[in-house]
């Protein structure tokens, strides 16, 4: 596949199904093979018969990567100073889909239980903080949506599983501006979220703390909050 991409990504035109096999020194029946997975991943498009080019989800994949290149490299310096500030763990996520990724964190130091999130890891994004950032930004449809995908599974007692509470609380985060995870995802672990934008006001990113419960103060909602937004007007956002 990584074949066909580049050779494609080289010319400024589509490429008959001919040209993209003798490039890459593929039969072209496996070629055609591949450039029909391509095509249905929106990864290439189908011209006309026979001709193909690059597709649409190329550019939204670079720009998935592009967002989160440049705002872990803005976020981190404000997520040292408030991790500093708090002394609990920071995290920078964004949404992927129906989930939230993790891309970068700063460790408490504290002795006692601390909160790790690891990179890479993923959650739903109605039992996260910043999930539920994401959901609220959200037109009702969307979230409608989102819930007939996936349903609202119960990870703990607390995750909100009906959609009309879920709504409801989604409103409330669209008010104030950040979010909190209240032992929704993991019990005895509690959240609070906000979202980074970036300079074309679009939400690419949320910042969140995490705290055994025990430790968790709700007036850190204003410093989380006050970090998000000096992050945004690093990303360009006015």
């Known amino acids: 596949m990584m074949q066909l991409l580049d050779t494609m990504a080289r010319e400024p035109g589509p490429m008959s199904l001919k040209n993209l096999s003798q490039s890459t020194a593929l039969h072209p029946s496996t070629a055609h093979r591949i450039l029909a997975v391509m ?3 929106h990864l ?3 011209v006309e018969p026979g001709s193909y080019r ?3 989800r190329l550019l939204e994949l670079g720009n998935l990567v592009k967002a989160r290149i440049n705002v872990r490299h803005e976020a981190l310096p404000y997520m040292r100073e408030l991790q500093r500030q708090i002394a609990e763990t920071v995290n ?3 949404r992927q889909d129906d989930e939230v990724v993790y891309v970068e964190r700063t460790t408490s130091n504290q002795t006692m239980m601390r909160v790790v999130q690891v990179d890479g890891a993923r959650a739903p994004l109605h039992i996260t903080a910043v999930g539920k950032v994401f959901l609220a930004a959200d037109n009702a449809e969307a ?3 989102y819930v007939k995908r996936n349903g609202l599974k119960a990870y703990t007692a607390n995750t909100l599983t009906s959609d009309t509470a879920l709504i409801k609380e989604l409103a409330e985060i669209a008010k104030r501006g950040f979010a909190y ?3 929704e995802a993991e019990k005895g672990v509690c959240c609070i979220g906000a979202g980074i934008y970036n ?3 679009k939400l690419v990113a949320g910042l ?3 705290a055994p419960s025990d430790r968790l103060d709700r007036a850190w909602a204003a410093q989380v909050k006050a970090t998000a937004e000096k992050i945004s007007r690093a990303m360009g956002y006015q």
Request: aromatic share 0%; proline share 0%.
């Open 39 to 41: 095509v249905g991943s």
């Open 199 to 201: 300079d074309d006001g």
């Open 143 to 145: 979230v409608n949506a």
């Open 54 to 56: 690059l597709g649409i």
């Open 44 to 46: 290439a498009e189908r």
């Open 92 to 94: 920078l996520s964004v």
């Open 208 to 210: 969140s703390v995490s």
């Open 181 to 183: 995870d209240n032992e």
